[in-house]
């Protein structure tokens, strides 16, 4: 039976799918019952050019983050920092559906990776490192694909630069092998239209059998960027194109300095200067982000 996971400090993440190229300088800023481990530090390349100066701003694409506390009894997890103790997940190919539960926010495709407990992509209550910073600003899944794929703890990660943005509603599905036991799951990617949101899941179990583990992720401020609810702060091209397709100049979102930890989106509502349609507002407490593993 499928148990459903809701994260609280740090969620799920899309993953082949998302990004929003641009080639605009200045847009660059633009369980089952499973226990789970804190973080998700990725030690990437650094994050700057997130000043609108041009540097690596082509990319759109996500990130992913992270499930909360187990419960012990089994029941519903969610997404965020826990216990990673007591894992016995065995080697196998699972299937990693991600599906965009917002009203009206486009996603970028996250990283996702199978990893030994100790390593985290992102972490909350801690700061975001360099490579988190440029998913959640700009969509660059880069730095933080490159930390892992160089990792040795890291036996299967993936991260799509440049891809289709995971629109509201639907889904991408990513096949990820391992034949390491003992191993878990994180994802990350961004929530295009913020100054510095992301969505995703740290460090949860894998199935053991055929249930599949269900992570619903809530939003996440990886609080690089102060929240600024207008569009022109938006970096990625798609949150200020108007309705004749220019595009607004970049108002860059001041940054936080010294970062803020990772934890809980305030939430964005009655944006400004939206394209005629768009609605890209969401609450603390929304489900922005589903992720369903299964075991092939």
């Known amino acids: 039976m499928k148990r459903k996971l809701t994260a609280v400090l740090l969620a799920s993440a899309l993953v082949a799918l998302s990004a929003c190229d641009s080639d605009d300088d200045d847009d660059g800023n633009g369980g089952v019952e499973t226990p789970v481990v804190d973080g998700t530090d990725g030690d990437g390349t650094d994050g700057d050019g997130t000043d609108g100066d041009g540097t690596d701003g082509d990319d759109t694409d996500g990130d992913d983050t992270d499930g909360g506390d187990s419960d012990a009894d089994g029941g519903d997890t969610d997404g965020g920092d826990g216990d990673a103790s007591g894992i016995v997940s065995e080697p196998g190919s699972f299937q990693v559906t991600f599906t965009n539960m917002t009203q009206g926010q486009p996603m970028t495709a996250p990283v996702v990776a199978i990893h030994d407990p100790s390593v985290h992509l992102f972490q909350i209550g801690e700061p975001a ?28 990660a993936a991260g799509e630069s440049g891809a289709t943005p ?3 509603g639907a889904s991408s599905t990513i096949t990820l092998n391992t034949e390491a036991s003992n ?25 053991s059998g055929s249930d599949p583990v269900v ?20 970096f990625p091209p798609p949150c200020r194109t108007r309705a004749d397709g220019t595009m607004v100049d970049v108002v860059e979102a001041p940054l936080e300095d010294p970062r803020v930890a990772i934890g809980p989106h305030p939430g964005q509502t009655a944006t400004p200067n939206t394209p005629a349609g768009a609605n890209w507002d969401f609450a603390t407490s929304d489900e922005v982000l589903m992720i369903e593993i299964v075991r092939n």
């Open 129 to 156: 490192s360099d490579a988190i910073q440029v998913i959640a600003e700009m969509g660059n899944n880069g730095p933080l694909v490159e930390f892992a794929t160089a990792n040795p703890d890291v036996v299967s």
């Open 215 to 234: 992570i619903m992720s809530l939003p996440y401020d990886a609080g690089t960027r102060d929240n600024q609810d207008d569009s022109y702060s938006f």
């Open 166 to 168: 995971l629109l509201p």
């Open 183 to 207: 191993q878990v799951f994180s994802a990350v990617n961004m929530i295009i239209c913020t100054n510095d949101g992301i969505a995703g899941v740290d460090s949860v179990e894998l199935p």
